[in-house]
């Protein structure tokens, strides 16, 4: 049976204004008496979250369609006219290889227009950064993509970005959530387009942020001598196929193999059973390439190309997939290098990196006195960043252990298009030392100290789940452990309370980010543990990092034996296995 408040919601919907699709889809499900389905398609509103929206597609309130798109697509019109009164407001709109994105993202731009603002809008499916980049070069006031970055097949969603090519940070995150629960019907939409305020974007905006993209380089005679360097890319069926292949070729790589398979766009991700390059199963057929031409290096984007994962070879012959800590490590630590040689380094550099991803950075950054700014997780705040230190300090690059890294001020979000470029000619360069990348990657390690990271997320279902989540972080908070894997806690760091607690003394410090509920561990040995809740599921991550010195390349595989034991323990010690 399905319960009278959700009749009530798919009874409106058949009586509203919806079209004849949508509701034959209802009535189809009605007469299947798919009672669950319905239920979890009406049962409450599709959240419009800090970042946009994301859900399943499908008609019902909970659902991502024309609708719900719609709803959200007005709100943000209404909060734009309230910013920018008595100006001509402009917005940009892109959107991914996913099933539905090109119609999502004609019915926003039909909707921003006809609301009397101007619309750039793509021709075809970019990549989420250009859409970053694009806001700035137009001189927009917001932007939108429709994508749902790596999330199975079935979803689809909707990214707000500011005026600064951001995503939405506060106050305009929550007052634009403000505006769209303001509307309350999809007769409040303004749907009929106007045509006069919809232009189209093209070629002339690739050849525009592919030049930026090259001003990046750094090493052009090592890539001059290494520029048969056997490369595999996958696109993953995704966006990623309009401008890596090229941005390479640009670079200077003449030997670049794209995965056949996978280099069409296609919404239904045929070859995968998740689009996210950090799944070793997304990446078997790269691989399988890779080995069959014995290639230097794997690269792969995701569907919006946003990330980036990649595969190096090790001593053994073998393809090893790194995480996005020994990425982002490598990349900053070549960017430092490079920029030293160059000369460019002043004084006045600075990198970021958010409070999960590995503290190698901070060591890699110290060595090179370039300041290091480190931020919550999540793009935004990186750029938030760069935005308050325009002017005064140049940023090189920065990331997140989650596969995102941003090089270069001209996107202010994750880019997998320049970072493709600039892991290339880091591989480049090491190839030109004679070395592959990931020797390149154990010589970082015994120059400072071999760091190894492990994420697990705890999945709690339902109602109840959300509330065992909440008692686990209530219990990590009042009983701290006072050892862990055999070291003692120094600090208690909670973002939450925004505090910073020194154990051998009982100081506290203020902590000067924004509150978000994230409570770290660090112990005496240089190990941190990471407790972060998702904010819109009933999920908790653990983030584990430890350290130890590599005394020599010889040393390495016993050592990572030594950090993967050490990941057990921890693990152990706080009932996590």
Known sequence: MIETSIKQKIDQWLAGNYDEVTKNEITGMLEREEHEALSDAFYRDLEFGTGGLRGIMGAGSNRMNRYTLGMATQGLCNYLKQNFPDQEIKVAIAHDSRNNSPEFARISADIFSANGITVYLFEALRPTPQLSYAIRHLGCQSGVVVTASHNPKEYNGYKVYWNDGAQVTAP?????????????????VKFNADASKIHMLGKELDEAYMDEVLKLSVSKDAIKRQHDLKIVYTPLHGTGITLVPEVLTRFGFTNV????????????????????????????????????????????????????????????????????????????????????????????EFIVKTIVTTELIKEIADSYNVTMYETLTGFKYIAEVIREKEGQEVYIGGGEESYGYMIGDFVRDKDGISACALIAEMAAVAKDK???????????YTKY????????????????????????????????PKQIAGSDVVEVRDYKMSTRKLIMTGEEHKLTLESSNVLQYL??????????????????KFYFSVK???????????????????????????KLK
Do not use: C
């Not at 112990?523 to 009933?538: F, L, N, Q, V, Y």
């Open 523 to 540: 112990t005496e040995d240089g190990s941190k543990i990471s407790a972060r809740p998702s904010g819109t599921e009933p999920k908790i």
């Open 548 to 574: 130890e010195p590599l005394a020599s390349s010889v040393a390495y595989e016993e050592t990572e034996q030594k950090l993967k034991q050490k990941i057990e323990q921890i693990q152990k010690d706080l």
């Open 257 to 348: 193999h794209v995965v056949e398979e996978q280099s069409e766009p296609n919404g239904n991700f045929p070859t995968v059973v998740y689009p996210n390059p950090e799944e070793q199963e997304a990446m078997t057929l790269a691989l399988n390439k890779a080995a069959e031409i014995d290639a230097d290096l794997v690269l792969a984007t995701d569907p919006d190309s946003d990330r980036v994962g990649i595969a190096v070879k090790n001593p053994h012959g073998e393809f090893v997939l790194l995480n996005g800590n020994q990425t982002g490590a490598l990349l900053i630590n070549y960017l430092l290098d490079a920029w030293q040689k160059a000369g460019k380094l002043t004084g006045k």
């Open 172 to 188: 305009h995150d929550k007052n634009i959530i403000g505006e769209v629960n303001k509307i309350t019907s999809i007769d409040e």
């Open 449 to 480: 100290n071999f760091y190894k990271e492990e994420l697990i997320s705890i999945t709690k279902k339902g109602q109840r789940g959300a509330e065992e989540i909440q008692q686990m972080m209530a219990e990590m908070r009042s009983n701290p």
């Open 434 to 444: 004679g070395q592959s990348l990931f020797e390149m990657m154990v010589e970082m």
